[in-house]
């Protein structure tokens, strides 16, 4: 059991074997004119698949830069990152582009919907721009609101809906094409405790029922506590605190 995320000891990584994504030896360092700032250090993490992993820590840990890396948003500066069958840091950026579209959705904090497209447009858009013939890209929006639970609101915009609906339909968005990873970078920090609640639950089941893998970054422990199967806390770049959450033994 765990009270918070650096009280519990370290727990074993998945071996090899078993791990959907890995990190080995990871930095990545940006150069400020004359300085270089570490965002992360020598980081090794490795991460089943069909589970939820939430990493925490304040701001400028490194939270996002993890997310960054494992969308192939970003390259690493040293290390290793692997997803799947993918070598992320051997990707050229037209590889990178065909990696995220078969593999990745991602959910942001601020929603970025398209404000005058309907929510089912929004959901169907991914499948738009890869050239997904009509019917197939219906059935598949109207599948991904469905799991959201959000088809009565299908044809509202982004402005007739509250801040919990349109993180639903970012979430049906990042779902739309199937992918097996789901990046969630703060995707509560716009909403109020309640509405972060169902959320937290709603990415809980597609990891249940869909058999996704979630990698969940968040600033609070506590909103993630009750579902996550692991939490990985960092500070400073460096993971320094690793476990099973009480979620991990319900």
């Known amino acids: 059991m765990r009270s918070t995320p650096s009280s519990d000891p370290v727990s074993p990584e998945p071996a090899a074997s078993e791990a959907f994504l890995r990190m080995e030896g990871v930095s990545k360092v940006y150069p400020m004119g004359d300085h270089a700032v570490f965002a992360l250090r020598s980081v090794d993490l490795s991460v089943a698949a069909e589970t939820f992993t939430a990493v925490v820590g304040r701001s400028g840990s490194g939270k996002s830069t993890l997310l960054h890396l494992l969308a192939a948003l970003e390259t690493p500066t040293a290390g290793k990152v692997t997803v799947g069958a993918w070598r992320l840091s051997a990707l050229d950026r037209k590889a990178q582009t065909h990696y995220r579209r078969a593999m990745v959705g991602m959910i942001f904090q601020a929603f970025h919907l398209v404000p005058t497209m309907t929510a089912f447009d929004n959901v169907a858009l991914p499948l738009v721009l890869a050239g997904v013939a009509p ?116």
């Open 135 to 250: 019917e197939r890209r219906r059935a598949r929006a109207e599948a991904c609101l469905e799991m959201v639970r959000l088809t009565h609101r299908a044809g509202h915009r982004p402005a007739e809906l509250s801040g919990g609906e349109r993180q639903r339909v970012a979430i049906a968005r990042a779902l739309v094409a199937d992918p097996p990873l789901l990046l969630a970078d703060e995707p509560t920090g716009n909403l109020d405790s309640t509405t972060a609640a169902q959320i937290v639950e709603l990415l809980a089941r597609l990891r249940h029922e869909h058999g996704k893998t979630v990698v969940f970054v968040t600033h609070h422990f506590a909103e993630v506590a009750a579902v996550a199967d692991r939490v990985v806390e960092l500070n400073d770049g460096r993971v320094v605190g690793r476990g099973d959450s009480p979620a991990s033994s319900l």
